[in-house]
């Protein structure tokens, strides 16, 4: 059973800096492809950030271009996202997802806060 477990989020002031873990397990981590999503307030989900299994190519959503850096450790099982210059606008709930291929990310995490003050 694919398990995703996040941590790391909290309260932090505008320009501020938040690292995101996600410890994974139940299934071949370095066989899926991984990412970050995120929901805000009153809206809906959006793709943050992803690790594409077919080519191990890097993506990001534009707002947080610069800003924010995924990595993933698979001796660790873990899936990372680095969040620096955070602004208020970057307030959600952000989820781990994964799966077999590039774009169902199917299975998610619990998601953690991250609420940012100006």
């Known amino acids: 059973e694919v398990q995703l477990v996040e941590s790391g989020g909290g309260l932090v002031q505008a320009g501020g800096s938040l690292r995101l873990t996600c410890a994974a397990s139940?299934?071949?981590?370095?066989?899926?492809?991984v990412g970050w999503f995120r929901q805000a307030p009153g809206k809906e989900r959006e793709g943050v950030s992803c690790?594409?299994?077919?080519?191990?190519?890097?993506t990001y959503e534009d707002s947080v271009k610069g800003r924010f850096t995924i990595s993933r450790d698979n001796a660790k099982n873990t899936l990372y996202l680095e969040m620096s210059r955070l602004k208020p606008e970057d307030t959600a709930v952000y989820y781990c997802?994964?799966?077999?291929?590039?774009?169902?990310?199917?299975?998610w995490g619990q998601g953690t806060q991250v609420t940012v003050s100006s």
């Open positions: 690790i594409r299994i077919s080519t191990g190519s890097i």
């Open positions: 997802v994964t799966d077999s291929d590039d774009y169902s990310f199917g299975s």
């Open positions: 139940g299934f071949a981590f370095d066989d899926y492809a």
